[in-house]
């Protein structure tokens, strides 16, 4: 099986970030999975998509957190993607548009 693969959207000097960070870090010592860390700051397409927005988390290509990083939904998200299920739910990705448009608004 692929290894997991989170990207996290960040820039520095970001609280927010730092926080996801480390939120990350303690979940994966405990699960497996690989963090790819992109700084918006060093491509302008990252920056247009997401710089109201971080940080942001995607799993395969797919954004599974804006701002803040839930601990708890992170852990059923791996698990439902190890277990080959769906990782997200229909309301959960309501949420999330919902956020997106509202953040990306501000």
Sequence with gaps: MKPI????YTKPRCPLCDEAKETLGAVQRELDFHLVER???ED???W???????????LDGEPIFYGKVSVHRLRRILAAKRA?????????K???AWLRERRGNA
């Design 5 to 8: 693969e989170l990207v996290l």
């Design 48 to 58: 247009d998509k997401y710089h109201t927005l971080i940080p942001v988390v995607e």
């Design 94 to 96: 309501q949420f999330l």
């Design 84 to 92: 080959g299920a769906p990782w997200l739910s229909p309301r959960y």
């Design 44 to 46: 302008p397409a990252w």
């Design 39 to 41: 700084n918006i700051e």
